[in-house]
């Protein structure tokens, strides 16, 4: 279970990115949280594994505070939080297969690392992985060389090789067209129910938290202005989220 209590984030200049946030994600849940851009929704994500620092505020993972934690308990806690980026974060000139294993990095002797050696089990995860995002065949090529929602599903397959028990993806389908949104979505959705990892994902169309949500909390200037379930988000409370003058796109 992942639980936020009071949490804030100023940045330098006063722009107060999170103002008071507290929520719990019980174990299992496919959050969805939609906003503006700006609305604190990345900031709110990179909080959770301390990529950005809060200013205030606890979070806890099961009953670790990682908010507490110095930076060698923080890198062995983030092996259990996987973390999906929009512009997927890969190793562009390396290959796929090597661009997962790195997945494995914070298990691994930094001996290891340096010279890319990883025992045969991580092998055999990698090319398993490959192959539950179903482009087992493009292990050996140059990551440049796939198109984006391949180079995604890399990432996703990255990220299992932490064995996370909470993914955190940061509008993992922004650069992508509907078609190819809906495959990465998918993926996600699979490993959500079939592997039980809890899933907080940043996503700016609604018809795709609908779709895939158990659960949607709605950002606005870094306030909670919706926690509730997906259906109920009606024509009034999309105008207050979005603005009065927002029009709701589908994505198909």
Known sequence: MLRIQNLRKVFPGGVVALDDISLTVPDGEFLVIIGLSGSGKSTLLRCVNRLVEPTAGKIWLDDVELTALAPAQLREARKRIGMIFQQFNLVKRSSVLTNVLSGRLGSTSPLQS?????????????????????????????????SGGQQQRVAIARALMQDPSLMLADEPVASLDPATSHSVMKYLEEINQQDGIT????????????????????????????DGLPADIDEARFREIYGEDAVEVEIR
């Open 199 to 226: 899933v907080i994902c940043n996503l700016h169309f609604l018809s795709l938290a609908r779709r895939y949500a158990t659960r949607v909390i709605a950002l606005k200037a870094g306030q909670i202005v919706f």
């Open 114 to 146: 340096l010279f890319g050696r990883f025992p045969a089990q991580d092998y055999d995860r990698a090319y398993a992985n490959l192959g539950r995002v179903g482009i087992p065949e493009k292990a050996n090529q140059r990551a440049d060389t796939l």
